[in-house]
C-alpha cells in the first residue's frame, strides 16, 4: 500500500535560519511527489513537485525539495526562513502510472518560525 | 485566471440534517477531488471525478454521503443524515489530466461543515 510520513509534527526555526521539514514515502516504483502548503484559513497551495530529472526541485517562495530514491524521501528545504512561512506543510505522492484521483498525503507538519 | 471556488464557506447543521456542499473547478480541468480535513490531521482522499469516466468512490465513508459533478463543470458533495463526526473542513481540488502525466492539483477555500 502506498503511505507517506512526515515523521514531525511540529518544527520550530528562528528566522533567518535554515529550515527542512521532512518527508519518507512508501511506493512500488517511481512516484510523483508534491508539496502543498496549508496557511491559516487558506485552502492549499502548490509549491513544488518531482515528476523526474534533477534530483532538486525548485519550487514557490524560495522553498526547494531533493528527490533522495534510496531513502525514499523528499524532504521539503529553504536557506532562510521568514516569518511568513509559518504555515502548515502536506507532503503528497502518487504512484507512477495509477490512478490520478490516488494521491496519498502525509498528515502534515506545522513549521513555526519565530522572530 | 478563478481559481477553484467552494460554497458556503461555513455551514452549522444539527445532526440528523442533509447538507450540500458546491464546488466550481478552473475552467478546463477535467479532473475534480473532494477531501475531507478533519482538525488536526490530514486530508482524507473521498471522491474523483474525470471526464466522462465512472468517479473513483473508494474514498466515500459511508453511503451518507455521494457527489455528482455535471460535465466538466460543477459538483456538489451530499452528506444525509449528518452526523457529529462529519464536522470537518471539506476540501474540493481541481487539476488538468494528460496522457502520460500527473499535474498538481489546485485547491479550494474549504467548506467547514459543523454538525451539532
Known amino acids: 500500500a502506498q503511505s507517506v510520513a512526515q515523521p514531525e509534527d511540529q518544527v520550530n526555526v528562528a528566522e533567518g535560519n535554515p529550515l527542512t521539514v521532512k518527508c519518507t514515502y512508501s511506493v512500488s516504483g517511481n512516484p510523483y511527489l508534491f508539496w502543498y502548503v496549508q496557511y491559516p484559513n487558506r485552502g492549499l497551495q502548490f509549491l513544488l513537485k518531482y515528476i523526474t530529472g534533477d534530483n532538486l526541485v525548485k519550487g514557490s517562495y524560495g522553498f526547494e525539495a531533493e528527490f533522495n530514491k534510496s531513502q525514499t524521501s523528499f524532504h521539503l528545504k529553504k536557506p532562510s526562513a521568514l516569518v511568513s512561512d509559518s504555515a502548515l506543510y502536506f507532503c503528497?505522492?502518487?504512484?507512477?502510472?495509477?490512478?490520478?484521483?490516488?494521491?496519498?498525503f502525509g498528515k502534515g507538519t506545522k513549521l513555526s518560525v519565530k522572530p | 485566471g478563478a481559481g477553484v471556488s467552494q460554497s458556503p464557506s461555513n455551514k452549522v447543521t444539527e445532526k440528523g440534517k442533509d447538507v450540500e456542499l458546491r464546488c466550481d473547478p478552473i475552467s478546463g480541468h477535467t479532473a475534480l477531488y473532494w477531501y475531507r480535513q478533519r482538525l488536526g490531521q490530514g486530508l482524507e482522499f473521498l471522491i474523483y471525478?474525470?471526464?466522462?469516466?465512472?468517479?473513483?468512490k473508494s474514498g466515500l465513508p459511508s453511503d451518507r454521503f455521494s457527489a455528482e459533478r455535471t460535465g466538466e463543470s460543477v459538483s456538489t458533495l451530499t452528506i444525509q443524515r449528518t452526523q457529529q463526526e462529519d464536522s470537518a473542513v471539506y476540501l474540493c481540488?481541481?487539476?488538468?489530466?494528460?496522457?502520460?502525466?500527473?499535474?498538481?492539483?489546485?485547491f479550494g477555500p474549504g467548506t467547514r461543515l459543523t454538525v451539532l
Open positions: 503528497a505522492v502518487i504512484k507512477r502510472g495509477g490512478s490520478q484521483g490516488n494521491l496519498i
Open positions: 471525478f474525470q471526464g466522462n469516466s465512472a468517479p473513483d
Open positions: 481540488a481541481s487539476s488538468l489530466v494528460a496522457s502520460g502525466r500527473y499535474n498538481e492539483q489546485f
